[in-house]
């Protein structure tokens, strides 16, 4: 992936509102502050001093986005059912999904296909769209170039078998979230209601656990992971490196499973709260999603604090680097969910609110 110069200069502390496509752009009059932020949908809610009305966006309950390699950004919603692209610069354009929540249309377009419950996205490197649908406890995946849909991990039928075997004839309970590797040769899934994380080699098609034997408990530091307990696997990614971090929104925690496979717990100290600072001595509200800063930092969507926290590996520490009025000290996020790193910019979903914001990069 190539990296782009952002397209704001952020010393000049210019903020950029983007509703739906069209911008406003306006001076801070003075105010210093420490991080931008642009909206692609949506804008300043009446309390942040703006006029944006969250219900009567386009969306409704964005909870994950991704993006193509022309620039095109997939967003699917969980409310909603509802798959939506937008162009660089554009609105979003309705591609599938028609609300209901039901597990139809395998086989055929995309626009004549239907979800229940989607919490996230992912886009290989040739394109083809990936959606954890995760009431139908299964990975569905389009091609670009026809179009079509097909189920590529699970049944549609929830359980907990398979392993060892083709991935689509595997069974699973509420795929909350999916990620590829760095080499887009692995697809991880957070098997929630399993607790479990698994993968799926994308050559082979075969599915295997990597964290988790199904029981629900703190794991002990340097345990075999897929010999140990977790709490709830939410949401999961996988460093440059090969450390694949997993994110407890009931423990309130990050955990880690090594290269070698053990386990240990990194950031959170199990405590509810929102405290920075040495990261096992840190809290979260119940964190919903991460993903993987150019560093090889963390960047948590930490859903109750109506925040975004930063887990710095190097230096053991966590911080926040937007919300609860951290960044941006105008913008209140409500329970935002997804986070997505493309290019220099941080993408984040905010749910609560149907709006999507970016800002630059910490490590940018």
């Known amino acids: 992936m190539s990296f782009m110069k952002p397209d704001f200069d952020h010393r000049l502390r210019v903020a950029v509102t983007l509703v739906c496509g069209f911008a406003t752009a306006f001076a801070c009059c003075g105010a210093l502050w420490s991080a931008e932020v642009e909206f692609v949908v949506g804008g300043l809610m009446t309390g942040e001093g703006g006029s944006w009305d969250s219900s009567s966006g386009p969306l409704k309950s964005p909870f994950g986005v991704d993006f193509t390699s022309s620039g095109d950004m ?78 590529i991990a699970g049944t549609g039928q929830k359980g907990f078998a398979g392993d060892g075997g083709a991935a689509k004839k595997a069974s699973f309970d509420f795929v909350m979230c999916i990620t590829l590797n760095p080499s887009q040769e692995v697809l991880h899934i957070a098997d929630l209601n399993n607790r479990r994380i698994r993968a799926v080699n994308l050559k082979s098609g075969v599915v295997t656990t990597i964290a988790g034997n199904g029981m629900k408990g703190v794991p002990t530091d340097g345990a075999v992971a897929v010999d140990s307990p977790l709490v709830d696997p939410r949401a999961v990614a996988e460093d440059s490196v090969g450390n694949v971090y997993i994110l407890e929104r009931g423990g309130n925690c990050l955990r880690v499973v090594r290269p070698n496979g053990t386990i240990e717990t990194v950031a959170g100290s199990g405590q509810r709260g929102a405290q920075d600072g040495a990261a096992l001595q840190a809290t979260f509200g119940s964190p919903k999603h ?9 960047l948590i969507a930490d859903d109750q604090n109506g925040a975004i926290r930063r887990y710095d590996p190097k230096s053991g520490m966590v911080s926040t680097v937007l919300g609860a009025g951290h960044g941006d000290p105008r913008i209140r996020l409500k329970n935002p969910h997804g986070v997505c790193i493309e290019k220099d910019w941080l993408y984040v979903i905010d749910m609560g609110n149907n709006r999507i914001l970016r800002m630059l990069a910490p490590s940018r």
């Open 74 to 151: 997939w967003i699917v919603e969980l409310d909603g059912g509802r798959v939506f692209r937008m162009a660089p610069g554009g609105i979003p354009v309705l591609a599938g999904g028609d609300g209901s929540k039901s597990y139809r249309g395998d086989g055929g377009p995309l626009q004549d296909a239907t979800f229940n419950g989607m919490h996230n996205c992912a886009v290989t490197f040739n394109d083809d769209l990936l959606i954890a649908d995760s009431w139908n406890h299964c990975v569905r995946k389009v091609v670009p170039a026809t179009g079509v849909i097909s189920t």
């Open 290 to 298: 991460l993903c993987i800063d150019h560093d090889d930092s963390v």
